[in-house]
């Protein structure tokens, strides 16, 4: 092994520089800063290349983690680009928004006593390197092949399984009701976590290496599901989940009470320079306002942290676990409340007050008892808890459900799970319906995006199989 390896008792863990509290909450752009050389070199030689790499395990695309840190220590940064794309389609965006520890760096061996390798920020920097360099090229095709496939969704599922379907020389259509690529990439994580113009930059590399898009094109609505495949010989479904988990309380209906997507897609509709209507009548702007927040996952710190940004008078998440028991990254956490947000642990929304237009929320404390089935202890209410909070613009940020695919497909051969989500048979990545395929958040209900990647690059290999079979005359079992 190279002795430019194990560093990791000489030298401690450094992330890249973070900017500061007050200045990052002037702009939407990203809080880290790059790696430069040296300090990705140095980094990388932490690693101890451990015979049972824990970090690749748990990465969901099991990428070849300590050899592409080693050939990072060693400055042969093409080398390790290479490596690392060929498992990862997307390497510059999960270095930048994969929940690391939960995921590699969180199992990362030497974590226990030396504080874990920075992963993430090592696949950020090569990536960003190999685009400098121009070592990141659009697909070329040796040989076209006639069959194409039409793939539902432009979100990280459907983009992943649109590259390796594509270098395998099929024709390959994305449609999507935006009119942009990149599904929740770019209209639902705000640009402090992923700048726009990095999803942009790969949707024009995926363009010009013959990928077509069709955008403001809503399958079921602007073209059927049947017409959609008799045009290709296989589909992927990856349309993502959308529908807003909601809460029973009085007032819910106030004006002033608004989904989180909705929120945090004006938000980021306006970065990018569009006419939004809701965001400039002050609907879905926090701008001057007392901002309430219900829900402790990650898209609710999306929200409080857009929302100081956009220069709220006050902003306080209401989540009724507390803050070991939250469902978001405690990185997030850390981040939201550097930035000023006020979080109310172990509260929960009882009603909404205001004539017509919200005024507060009234909330009550909450106390965590025995655990369910599940083992997550049980939240009770404690009576008499009663407290009210000021609120001009409350987000519910309480999950996402999938649409009813089989009544706006028309295709009621489709399997659904009890939840919504379609059935498929992991082997074949095929739902009930012979020939088409289903990735991503549909398939696991609202998961990452580097599971999204993982099922779209399944779903190729699957889609490959299936179309070569058809062509030799076999039928492959439906799921
Ligand atoms: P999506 O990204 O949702 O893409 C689906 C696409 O399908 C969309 O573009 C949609 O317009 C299109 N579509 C849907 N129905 C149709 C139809 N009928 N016709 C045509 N097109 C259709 N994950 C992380 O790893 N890290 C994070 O930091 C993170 N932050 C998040 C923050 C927020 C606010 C949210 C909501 C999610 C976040 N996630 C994060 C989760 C991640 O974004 C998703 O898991 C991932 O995008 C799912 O990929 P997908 O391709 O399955 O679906
Ligand atoms: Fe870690 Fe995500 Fe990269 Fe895998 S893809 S190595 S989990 S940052
Ligand atoms: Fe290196 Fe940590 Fe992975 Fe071991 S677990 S190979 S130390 S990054």
Not at 158 to 175: E, N
Not at 470 to 475: F, K, S
Request: charge should be negative.
């Amino acid at each position: 092994m190279a002795e430019k390896m194990l560093k990791f008792i000489s030298q401690s863990k450094a992330m890249p520089d973070k900017r500061q509290a007050s200045d990052r909450v002037a702009d939407f752009d990203e809080i880290y800063a790059d790696f430069d050389l040296e300090k990705a070199e140095e980094q990388a030689s932490r690693c101890s290349q451990c015979g049972v790499p824990f970090c690749q395990v748990n990465c969901p695309l099991h990428n070849n983690i300590p050899d592409w840190l080693m050939l990072t220590a060693e400055n042969r940064l093409q080398e390790a680009y290479e490596l690392s794309s060929a498992t990862n389609t997307f390497p510059e965006i999960c270095g930048r928004i994969c929940p690391q520890d939960r995921l590699c760096e969180g199992n990362c061996v030497i974590e226990k006593g030396f504080e874990s390798v920075t992963i993430g920020a090592v696949e950020k920097y090569v990536t960003e390197t190999a685009f400098d360099e121009g070592w990141v090229e659009p697909i070329k095709v040796n040989a076209e092949r006639e069959q194409s496939v039409g793939i539902i969704g432009a979100g990280p599922a459907g983009l992943a399984a649109a590259d390796l379907l594509r270098r395998k020389g099929y024709q390959v259509v994305v449609y999507d009701r935006y009119d942009r690529v990149g599904g929740l990439m770019v209209y639902g994580i705000p640009g402090f976590k992923l700048e726009k113009d990095i999803v942009e930059r790969r949707a024009e590399l995926l363009e010009k290496g013959g990928i077509k898009f069709e955008l403001n094109c809503e399958i079921g609505r602007d073209v059927t599901f049947d017409e959609l495949r008799a045009r290709h010989n296989a589909v992927l479904i990856a349309t993502g989940v959308y529908k807003a988990r909601d809460i029973k309380v009085p007032g819910i209906g106030l004006e002033g009470v608004v989904p989180a997507l909705d929120y945090l897609t004006a938000s980021n509709r306006k970065s990018l320079g569009d006419d939004v209507a809701e965001f400039d009548s002050g609907m879905l702007n926090a701008e001057g306002k007392n901002v309430v927040v219900i829900g402790g996952g990650d898209t609710a710190m999306d929200c409080v942290r857009t929302a100081i940004r956009q220069e709220a008078k006050s902003v306080t998440c209401l989540y009724r676990r507390d803050r070991a028991n939250m469902p978001g990254s405690q990185r997030e956490v850390e981040n939201a409340e550097e930035e000023g947000v006020n979080f109310q642990w172990l509260s929960a929304p009882h009603a909404l007050l205001g004539n017509e237009v919200v005024s507060a929320v009234r909330a009550q404390r909450i106390h965590l008892g025995q655990p369910d089935e599940t083992g997550r202890q049980v939240p009770q209410i404690i009576d008499g808890s009663d407290f009210d909070i000021d609120a001009d613009l409350v987000v519910k940020a309480l999950g996402f459900d999938p649409e009813d695919l089989p009544s706006l497909f028309e295709q009621k051969d489709l399997g659904v799970s009890r939840w919504g989500t379609v059935q498929i048979d992991w082997k074949t990545m095929m739902t009930q319906i012979p020939g088409v395929f289903a990735a991503g958040d549909i398939v696991r209900g609202a998961s990452l995006v580097v599971w999204g990647i993982r099922d779209g690059r399944d779903a190729a290999e699957q889609i490959d199989a299936f179309i070569e079979a058809e062509l030799r005359g076999e039928t492959r079992q439906v799921g």
